[in-house]
Every structure is written in C-alpha cells, then in structure tokens.
Antibody
Framework: QLQLQESGPGLVKPSETLSLTCTVS??????????WGWIRQPPGKGLEWIGS???????FYNASLKSRVIISVDTSKDQFSLKLNSVTAADTAVYYC??????????WGQGTLVIVSS | QSALTQPPSASGSLGQSVTISCTGT?????????VSWYQQHPGKAPKLIIY???KRPSGVPDRFSGSKSANTASLTVSGLQAEDDADYYC????????????FGTGTKVTVL
C-alpha cells in the first residue's frame, strides 16, 4: 500500500524559508508515470496546488508562488521536497504531499501544519 | 487563475440526495474531462471519490456520482449516510504550466 509522509518544522519565522520533505513508501518514486505534488490548505480555507515534480526533476509551479518555490526530488531516498522562501503569515497552512496520476491526486499524506510566526 | 466556484454549504436528510455544483471556465472545467472530487473529514487528508468527471475509484460507494455540462461539474450523493457529513472539493486540470490544477472553494455537506 502506497504511503506518503510529510516531515519538517512546524514553526517558521517570517521572512525565512519553509522546508518540508515527503517520504514515499510502498512503491518507488521512479516507478510508473506519476508526478508528485504539494498542496496546501490554510486553516478553515480551501485547497491550493503549489507545484508538481516528475522523478526526472521536471517541475511545474503555481504561478502565484513560482518566484518563492522550489520542489526537488531524491529518487535514491524516494523523497521529494518543498522549499518556500520569504514566508509570511499568509503561508500558514496544512501542507500535503500527494501522488498525481492521470490528472488526479490519488494518494495523500496526512498533512503537516506549518505556522509562520515570530 | 481563480478557484472553481462551489456553494459554501449543502444539506440533506439521511437517505436523501444532495447535489453540489462546481463552476469553472472554458479554460479548465469546460476544456477537459479531468474533473475530480475529494471528500475531507475534519483533521483528515482529502480522499479521492470521483475522477475524470464520473469515474469512481475502487472502494468508493456507487452512491457518489459525477457529471459535467459545459463549464459546470456536479457531484451527487444519493442515499445520504451519516459518514457523508464532510467537506467536498472539486478539482480540474487547467492545462497551463503555470496553473496546472485548480481546486474548488469547497462545500460543507451536512447530513440532517
């Protein structure tokens, strides 16, 4: 059974960089024709696609975040990561990683709450 | 790229049906048959319940059904059960490399 697990600091100071890692288990991140993505959900609000990456390193980013986001992949560890710089309180959210297959998000991590506060 | 528009809330009694709309544009919902729906219970990750407008993943009850007309997709939950009380989000492939996917604003379904 495929599982995804987010990890990283739960508290980040304003203007600093948010860094999260998603570890994939139960299958290889390089197996199949799947993209891997990050989605976030501010408290009490809806979902927002942040970006996606293929195991080759090809990336797509939401234009509204593109100037601040880097998504990378480490196939040797079956992990992919998110870095979001210059964070503000508006970046406070639950961050989810997910597998993307055939234009849908079929497996999700449990999510991790990241609070931006001094 | 704006979020897809969903009604904030919907409700129905046990055993009844409820339909949720998801309105986009000719660049997303209207352009592709890649609309998916997700169910989210409080404190939990979203769960895929419909993909490609009307297909159900294995294990999802056939009480859940989807359809699309022009720029609006719809999710119908028939025979409402207590566990259907949740938030529902639609999503569509949007085709632009800068906005590959767009989500709906979300609908809280209350089972009375």
């Amino acid at each position: 059974q495929l599982q995804l697990q987010e990890s990283g600091p739960g508290l980040v100071k304003p203007s600093e960089t948010l860094s999260l890692t998603c570890t994939v288990s139960g299958d290889s991140i390089s197996g199949g024709t799947y993209y891997w993505g990050w989605i976030r959900q501010p408290p009490g609000k809806g979902l927002e696609w942040i970006g996606s990456i293929y195991h080759t390193g090809r990336t797509f980013y939401n234009a509204s975040l593109k100037s601040r986001v880097i998504i990378s992949v480490d196939t040797s560890k079956d992990q992919f990561s998110l870095k979001l710089n210059s964070v503000t309180a508006a970046d406070t959210a639950v961050y989810y990683c997910a597998r993307i297959g055939n234009w849908l998000f079929d497996y999700w991590g449990q999510g991790t709450l990241v609070i931006v506060s001094s | 790229q704006s979020a897809l528009t969903q009604p904030p809330s919907a409700s129905g009694s046990l055993g009844q049906s409820v339909t949720i709309s998801c309105t986009g544009t000719s660049s997303d919902v209207g352009a592709y048959n890649y609309v998916s729906w997700y169910q989210q219970h409080p404190g939990k990750a979203p769960k895929l319940i419909i993909y490609e407008v009307s297909k159900r993943p294995s294990g999802v009850p056939d009480r859940f059904s989807g359809s699309k007309s022009a720029n609006t997709a719809s999710l119908t939950v028939s025979g409402l059960q207590a566990e259907d009380d949740a938030d529902y989000y639609c999503s569509s492939y949007a085709g632009s490399s800068d906005f590959l996917y767009v989500f709906g604003t979300g609908t809280k379904v209350t089972v009375l």
